[in-house]
């Protein structure tokens, strides 16, 4: 997989970007540094093309996932933080996602499949990754989740659902609304970042 490590403060956490479809290592490098500033960075250009787009797993249609692509790129890109944290050296157990819109979908993946993939997500305009799987064990992780209440591509219900999956793992939610569509906006960056700063420092 293509993708860009910086290396922060030790005692940081490192943030996992993953980006929206057409998009790549380069495009939340900014938002990762609003959010914190002294943090890790890898950030991960997902490796299927939709059009010349890359995303992270391939679809059938806007929407509509292809169940056993979205399976085997979670387990590649979970693989991938294991392989990365014996490189760089990083604590596997303090790594943050930050995805938007099908980097956002492969990271609730993540910790839908696996038992505390991740210390923590935020999750920018996501949907419900699979709603035939059992949730794996979230103890306390914490996630927030940034959603549009005029989003076409991600209706309201596919954030509350994705909420109660969550909460019904064990996971710690918190589910902020904007008054737009699926464009991600500084607005809610900012409270992504007052969250960040509440639950981690």
Request: net charge negative; proline share 3%; hydrophobic share 40%.
């Amino acid at each position: 997989m293509n993708y860009i490590f910086n290396k922060g403060k030790s005692d940081k956490p490192v943030l996992l970007l993953l980006h929206g479809t057409g998009g790549d290592e380069n495009s939340l490098l900014a938002l990762a540094e609003i959010i914190d500033p002294e943090a890790s960075v890898l950030s991960v250009r997902g490796n299927v093309l939709e059009q010349g787009m890359p995303r992270f797993f391939r679809r059938l249609a806007e929407g509509v996932f292809d169940m056993e692509d979205l399976a085997l790129r979670t387990k590649e890109l979970y693989e991938f933080l294991d392989d990365k944290a014996v490189e760089y050296e990083f604590d596997r157990n303090n790594i943050i996602a930050i995805g938007y819109s099908n980097g956002a979908n492969i990271a609730a993946n993540l910790l839908f499949e696996y038992e505390n993939a991740l210390k923590g997500a935020i999750l920018h305009h996501p949907m419900v990754p699979n709603r035939e799987t059992t949730v794996a064990k979230q103890g306390g992780t914490a996630v927030f989740i940034a959603a549009g209440v005029n989003d076409p591509i991600c209706p309201q219900q596919e954030a509350t659902d994705l909420e109660r999956y969550l909460l019904g793992a064990g996971a710690k939610v918190t589910l902020e609304w904007e008054s737009n569509g699926h464009q991600l906006t500084m607005g809610e960056v900012q409270k992504a970042k007052a969250w960040y700063e509440a639950t981690f420092s």
